[in-house]
């Protein structure tokens, strides 16, 4: 259950026990930080997924300067690869 690049502490394995997840340093979780035991013996929501921030795209624009938390919608109307062997 603990997520891949994260961690997670849980308060114990029985109806109503809670599992709180993080990531370490450098990558972004994606999903629920917490989770919750179900009576029937599920937890409410599945184990996060830790994603690396250091593969994604570094964008920069003449005319603005995008932070942290920026959301940025790219539209691509043509992709071209390029190999030199």
Known sequence: MKPYKGNMSVSG???GSVAKFWCLSGHEM???D???CQQTGNWSSPSPTCLS???YLRLSHR???FVVGSVVVVH???FLVYYNS
Do not use: D
């Open 13 to 15: 394995y029985y109806y």
């Open 30 to 32: 994606t999903g629920s």
């Open 34 to 36: 917490t989770a919750t």
């Open 53 to 55: 921030l250091a593969g």
């Open 63 to 65: 005319h603005r300067r």
């Open 76 to 78: 691509i109307s043509r």
